[in-house]
């Protein structure tokens, strides 16, 4: 065998190890990826109902002239402030309530970061999946 050759064999060694490690590191990085997929999922799969919008207090005036709110006391009751169709809608809540509405829309605040975390997750499982692939392809 001639030096050439012999340098030629060495190289693809080194070259099929450096790709074998960098399939285990990306194994591994896909491992942890998937399971902060499933730890996110777990909002998902909960079965607490869930209401859109926020609950907040909302102060305002009711247009009568000779009435307290003109001077500046003004009306407070408590509501649920959501969008739909482009548009702002309110609903009032009654006082025995506001605990119950204000958790199921907080329940639905983390429903809809999860949703967005696992976009996220998925993007970067796919960019793992597509480096696995490309370090894993032959010439025929």
């Not at 998902?44 to 003109?70: D, I, S």
């Not at 702002?88 to 809540?93: A, N």
């Not at 605990?99 to 996220?120: D, I, M, P, T």
Request: glycine fraction near 2%; proline fraction near 2%; charge should be positive.
């Amino acid at each position: 065998m001639t030096c050439d050759f012999l340098a030629v064999i060495i190289l693809n060694c080194m070259q099929n190890k450096d790709r074998l490690q960098n399939l285990s590191r990306l194994r591994l990085h896909l491992r942890h990826l998937l399971e902060e997929l499933e730890k996110t999922l777990k909002v998902v799969f909960e079965r607490a109902p869930l209401v859109k919008g926020n609950v907040y207090e909302h102060a305002r005036k009711c247009g009568k002239p000779r009435c307290a709110c003109t001077q500046g006391q003004l009306h407070r009751s408590m509501v649920l402030s959501w969008s739909q169709k482009s548009k702002t809608r309110l609903l009032s809540i009654a006082k025995d309530r506001v605990a119950e509405v204000s958790g199921k829309s907080q329940a639905y605040l983390r429903f809809r970061r999860a949703r967005a975390q696992v976009s996220v997750i998925d993007k970067k499982i796919l960019r793992v999946i597509d480096q696995i692939q490309e370090l894993r392809r032959e010439d025929p």
